[in-house]
């Protein structure tokens, strides 16, 4: 298959990338001869700029539009306020995760939507289904929702410390009016984005959507000061660290948030009311007993001696298989080993002792909270990040 590329690929090629396929497209995993832990680094102690142009930008419209968004996610956006976004995830009818996305609330009716490239053609295909089922039996004749897809829409991260004096040098919009979780409309060197509070890294940064025909330009003039090209290789270190699942390792159709531990994007309301699609099995996990609860829950774990990575089998300390790790690397900012995956219920309280089998031999493992390393989000002028 012909890997697809975003409108900076052109750029990643003249500054020394070394692309790989990821999601379908061709992606930089790295520039010229810096290494993974020196980019990591770099964005963990000053700036880097990613390209997530692969990712899928969309807006949903509509008067109904909130309600049919509270219809396929378990989380609240009718109250939701106006350029204020919300984690959450994408649902099949057994309440498991067709993908995980970020939503902003523009206004009353105009919902801004990403999603992950890797699951752009379910995606897609489940948003067609299920607004045709919407505007057919739900929305009515004034009540009708669209989608329009951004192709060729721009999208780039500006993660770390000194991102916001970075941003700040161009543009006029006072970036400390925008903290964590908001967004905007604002010129850049005379372009106007959109510009999220936010991204993959748990570091301060923004995701900036650009105009296609500007993401070159933009993304060059970004380039500046301290500034370091980051790829992909970073991109996974750096959001495990922060406890950040990726779409295909950590989550799949056969997840369900509760087992995920994302029980935190279902508010208070939507678990007494449900009415969302896989209500029924995610709120019996929710609210179930032992015997109606998850059967398995994400955990974060510290691995001694060795890296674990995806596939490695979690063990009791007595020997029995509990489960089994789906993202694990040495973690550069902490010099251990950390890792994600998940274990049966009853294994996954804070400070329990596992086992992981790594390359035939068994090392002892923690369950450990998440994030593994504090995140820095800009939570407001004078507010501390917790």
């Known amino acids: 298959m012909q890997l697809l590329k975003t409108g900076l690929y052109d750029f990643h090629v003249k500054h020394?990338?070394?692309?790989?396929?990821?999601?379908?497209?061709?992606?930089?995993?790295s520039y010229g001869t810096v290494g993974q832990v020196t980019a990591h680094n770099h964005v963990r102690n000053s700036v880097g700029l990613f390209d997530v142009g692969h990712m899928v930008q969309s807006f949903i419209r509509g008067p109904t539009a909130p309600a049919?968004?509270?219809?396929?996610?378990?989380?609240?956006f009718a109250s939701l306020g106006h350029f204020s976004s919300q984690l959450s995830v994408i649902l099949n009818d057994k309440g498991g995760i067709i993908d995980d996305t970020v939503i902003c609330r523009h206004d009353d009716t105009t919902y801004y939507v990403v999603t992950n490239a890797g699951r752009r053609a379910e995606d897609l295909a489940w948003f067609k289904e299920k607004i045709d089922?919407?505007?057919?039996?739900?929305?009515?004749?004034?009540?009708?929702?669209?989608?329009?897809?951004?192709?060729?829409?721009?999208?780039?991260?500006?993660?770390?410390?000194?991102?916001?004096?970075?941003?700040?040098?161009?543009?006029?919009?006072?970036?400390?009016?925008?903290?964590?979780?908001?967004?905007?409309?604002?010129?850049?060197?005379?372009?106007?984005?959109?510009?999220a509070r936010g991204g993959y890294t748990g570091e301060d940064g923004f995701e900036i959507s650009i105009p296609a025909e500007h993401t070159v330009g933009l993304t060059e003039a970004l380039f500046t000061g301290p500034v370091a090209l980051t790829?992909?290789?970073?991109?996974?270190?750096?959001?495990?660290?922060?406890?950040?699942?990726?779409?295909?390792?950590?989550?799949?159709?056969?997840?369900?948030?509760?087992?995920?531990?994302?029980?935190?994007?279902?508010?208070?309301?939507?678990?007494?009311t449900g009415g969302f699609i896989g209500a029924e099995n995610v709120l019996k996990q929710l609210k179930g007993s032992l015997k109606d609860g998850p059967l398995r829950r994400r955990v974060g774990m510290?691995?001694?001696?060795?890296?674990?990575?995806?596939?490695?089998?979690?063990?009791?300390?007595d020997g029995g298989n509990i489960g089994t790790v789906t993202s694990g690397i040495p973690s550069p900012t902490l010099g251990k080993n950390i890792a994600m995956?998940?274990?049966?219920?009853?294994?996954?309280?804070?400070?329990?002792?596992?086992?992981?089998e790594i390359r035939k031999q068994l090392r002892s493992a923690t369950i450990t909270p998440m994030p593994f390393v504090p995140t820095k989000y800009y939570r407001g002028k004078g507010i501390q990040s917790p």
């Not at 995956?341 to 992981?356: A, I, L, M, P």
Request: charged letters at 25%; aromatic letters at 8%.
């Open 16 to 29: 020394g990338a070394k692309m790989v396929p990821f999601a379908g497209y061709s992606m930089p995993l």
């Open 68 to 76: 049919f968004l509270e219809w396929i996610t378990p989380s609240g």
């Open 133 to 195: 089922e919407w505007n057919t039996e739900k929305g009515g004749k004034d009540g009708k929702i669209e989608i329009e897809v951004l192709d060729g829409q721009g999208l780039v991260a500006l993660q770390g410390p000194e991102a916001p004096a970075v941003l700040q040098q161009l543009t006029k919009y006072d970036l400390t009016e925008l903290p964590f979780g908001k967004s905007t409309y604002a010129d850049i060197v005379g372009v106007r984005c959109h510009i």
């Open 231 to 272: 790829g992909l290789g970073a991109r996974d270190s750096l959001r495990l660290e922060a406890g950040m699942c990726l779409y295909g390792h950590d989550l799949n159709e056969d997840i369900t948030p509760i087992e995920a531990a994302l029980a935190w994007v279902i508010p208070k309301a939507r678990r007494e």
């Open 302 to 317: 510290i691995v001694d001696d060795a890296p674990a990575r995806e596939g490695a089998k979690i063990l009791s300390r």
């Open 341 to 356: 995956g998940y274990v049966d219920s009853g294994f996954y309280k804070k400070g329990t002792s596992v086992q992981v």
